[in-house]
């Protein structure tokens, strides 16, 4: 995975004007597009899509300073149809204006070239199985939230405190099928994991392919597959996260397991009264790399 990440940022370069064929490149590597980015995201810090943005703007300060060509023809060869267009980018980036740089000289906020390196450190015991299952259904209560990626995030706990104490005891004895009990589930999960998109989130239970949705709950199907499933055990929801972050970090890159399409699944095992600490399994969905 490194590797192919590498090569990714290598492509950056050298069509950093131009539209980056991602999927193509995942296909000539032997991966996923889906895959690619959100390795890329969880070992960079940030999209795949801030990067380039950062990189661009970064390459296009030394055209600026360079004070030989009109703010236009600069804009337009980094894919901008107008100065306003292209200084709103620039400004995102530096903090000031495209004039203001050409005049002053700066400051500029540079982006480097990033170079991915494995470093094997062993710090995260990932405990971990693979499970085949077959299709089935998630039912619960859904709503758009958006993703953060460290702490609680405030429109999930807003969301489960709006549901009546009785729909809790209902939905866990509509559970018939792993991943076990009440699940915290992420769905439509933007593949660059940027914090702040919008995903799906579905307080629910499993239940059979078959089985029929009762009236006024949500559902989410999910096909047959492989899953990652990683126990985890400590403060909540910092262990958890933790864990989440080495399958990045520690897991697929020295595992020949990637990333699918699909919902990522929390099921809380056991946890204190005040949900301080918990003991959780994490379900990734994956294929053979």
């Not at 590597?29 to 960079?44: D, I, Q, V």
């Given at each position: 995975m490194i590797a192919e990440l590498n090569r990714l940022v290598e492509v950056v370069e050298e069509q950093l004007v131009?539209?980056?064929?991602?999927?193509?490149?995942?296909?000539?590597?032997?991966?996923?597009?889906?895959?690619?980015?959100?390795?890329?995201?969880?070992?960079?810090?940030?999209?795949?899509?801030?990067?380039v943005r950062r990189r661009r703007m970064s390459v296009a300060a030394a055209d600026v300073l360079g004070g030989d060509e009109d703010l236009l023809t600069i804009a337009v060869r980094y894919g901008y149809g107008s100065t306003e267009a292209f200084g709103r980018a620039f400004r995102s980036v530096h903090g000031v204006g495209a004039g203001d740089v050409r005049r002053n000289g700066g400051p500029l906020r540079i982006q480097p070239q990033l170079r991915f390196r494995l470093t094997v450190e062993g710090k995260t015991t990932m405990d971990t199985r693979i499970a085949d299952r077959p299709a089935f259904r998630l039912i619960g209560y859904a709503a758009r939230v958006p993703l953060i990626h460290e702490g609680p995030n405030p429109h999930i706990q807003e969301h489960i405190a709006s549901l009546p104490v009785a729909e809790h005891q209902r939905l866990k004895e509509l559970s018939e099928t792993e991943p076990a009990g009440l699940l915290q589930v992420s769905a439509d999960v933007d593949p660059d994991y940027a914090e702040g998109s919008e995903l799906t989130y579905l307080h629910g239970v499993a239940v059979a392919e078959g089985t029929p949705v009762p009236e006024g709950l949500d559902a989410i199907e999910v096909p047959a597959g492989a899953w990652a499933v990683f126990l985890t055990t400590g403060p909540y929801p910092a262990a958890l996260q933790s864990t989440w972050a080495a399958t990045a970090t520690e897991w697929f890159p020295s595992n020949p397991w990637r990333l699918r399409p699909g919902p990522s699944i929390v099921a809380v095992l056991d946890r204190a009264d005040d949900f301080s600490t918990a003991t959780c399994e994490l379900w990734l969905p994956v294929e053979r790399g």
């Open positions: 131009d539209e980056i064929d991602v999927s193509g490149l995942a296909s000539s590597l032997g991966t996923t597009e889906y895959h690619l980015r959100r390795m890329f995201s969880a070992l960079a810090g940030m999209p795949l899509s801030e990067y």
